[in-house]
């Protein structure tokens, strides 16, 4: 059975200050991560406890468990390496910035939506930039929690974590300000590359329309 692993931050904890703090950065890597990669391992091990027991009846909870925990251990993978010491600005000159200006009308429009999507999200969750595979188009979208709320064939290119443990320490409440801080460090060649990779990788696999 394979097992999940926490990744190592491609940056140090201190490095994407002052927009997010070190202390955050540690927590949030080293102790949540970490527990939802632990939380989908453990699913992954009493779901095959079941099926070698034959005792099914917690089937639903462990599918929910393993939902919930592996949702978190992605989110926060693809979460990491959205940000850079070096980032900001906004994309330019490449097939990203095109595709921001054919389906959002301009990075501002995308940006403003973005900023709503996220600072909108009733509890937990994430805002969430995806490829859309079946309309063949950029699309936002609100993820509660790590795992509800959005659609089959749609690849995430560019994450906002929206728990309070991601910006509380830092921004108590005020979510619009972590929002507006993220955009200072998010890489955008990153989002390009997640870009290029879920256009080729879902093409011609959906025939849906």
Known sequence: MAKYTLPDLPYDFEALEPHISAKIMELHHDKHHQAYVTGANTALDQLAEARDSGNLANVNKLEKDLAFNLGGHVNHSIFWTNLSPNGGGRPEGNELAAAIDEFFGGFEK?????????????????????????????????????????????????????????????????KADYVKAVWNIADWSNVQERFTAAREKTAGLLVLS
Do not use: C, K, R
């Not at 609100?142 to 560019?158: K, R, Y």
């Open 110 to 174: 995308f940006q403003a939506h973005f900023t709503a999507a996220a600072t909108g999200i009733q509890g937990s969750g994430w805002a969430v930039l995806s490829w859309d595979a079946i309309g063949e188009q950029l699309i936002i979208q609100q993820l509660f929690d790590q795992q509800s709320n959005t659609a089959q064939g749609t690849v995430p290119i560019f994450q906002l974590d929206m728990w309070e443990h991601a910006f509380y320490l830092d921004y108590l409440n005020v």
